[in-house]
């Protein structure tokens, strides 16, 4: 299984960035699709969870600001953030896995390298 994130980058507070995450050797379609983030010292947290359905859900503090989705043709899923603010920055993680638990899980699943979002004040 590979997972694959692309396009963070370094954005001024109120900016927009787009994450995306290719995943291949893996039944994508049957499977929910996570994204997590993570800043030095502290534990990886869940930003935003889409399942197979289609069904999603979100962290709190991005409600309103970013929005998962994925494309079941391309085995790729996306998550655009809006509005970001400096409290958004951390290394995102793509991750998913077999069931929901292991793709809400912090350790378990399958993990992409994880990509860097800097939101300047």
């Known amino acids: 299984v590979r997972v694959m994130e692309s396009g963070g980058g370094l954005v001024q507070a109120g900016g927009s960035l787009r994450l995306s995450c290719k995943v291949s050797?893996?039944?994508?379609?049957?499977?929910?699709m996570a994204w997590f983030r993570q800043t030095p010292g502290n534990q990886r947290e869940l930003v935003a969870l889409?399942?197979?359905?289609?069904?999603?859900s979100y962290q709190d503090s991005v409600k309103g600001r970013f929005t998962i989705s994925r494309d079941n043709a391309e085995d790729t899923v996306s998550l655009q953030m809006n509005s970001l603010k400096p409290e958004d920055t951390a290394v995102y993680f793509c991750?998913?896995?077999?069931?929901?638990?292991?793709?809400?899980?912090?350790?378990?699943?399958?993990w992409g390298q994880g990509t860097q979002v800097t939101v300047s004040s």
């Open positions: 991750k998913t896995g077999h069931t929901m638990y292991t793709v809400q899980s912090t350790t378990m699943g399958y």
């Open positions: 889409i399942r197979s359905s289609g069904g999603t």
């Open positions: 050797g893996f039944d994508f379609n049957r499977n929910a």
